[in-house]
Nanobody, 119 residues
Framework: QVQLVESGGGLVEAGGSLRLSCEAS????????MGWFRQAPGKEREFVGR????????TYADSVKGRFTLSRDNAKNTLYLQMNSLKPEDTAVYYC????????????WGQGTQVTVSS
């Protein structure tokens, strides 16, 4: 049974930083493409970034490029999202997700962690 558990959310002032973690179990973590998504109140869920399993190549949404960094520790089955220079518009529930392939949809999702950025 695949489980993804996010942590690290909270309340931070604009310009501040947070690091989210996503601990995975029940899957061969190193072979999975992992992604971060977010959903703000009243808005659709949007892509934040993704990191591949083997080569650890990353892709980011334009809205977070240069401010957010994805990384992974395959030995710890953990995905990270370092968020710097946070803005009020980054306020959302952040979800991690896992995909077995580099092109397919994400089959597994965490329960989300709330990030609130005050102005």
């Amino acid at each position: 049974q695949v489980q993804l558990v996010e942590s690290g959310g909270g309340l931070v002032e604009a310009g501040g930083s947070l690091r989210l973690s996503c601990e995975a179990s029940g899957l061969t973590f190193s072979s999975y493409r992992m992604g971060w998504f977010r959903q703000a109140p009243g808005k659709e869920r949007e892509f934040v970034g993704r990191i591949r399993g083997i080569d650890r190549s990353t892709t980011y949404a334009d809205s977070v490029k240069g401010r957010f960094t994805l990384s992974r520790d395959n030995a710890k089955n953990t995905l990270y999202l370092q968020m710097n220079s946070l803005k009020p518009e980054d306020t959302a529930v952040y979800y991690c997700a896992a995909s077995e392939s580099n092109l397919g949809s994400y089959a597994y999702w965490g329960q989300g962690t709330q990030v609130t950025v005050s102005s």
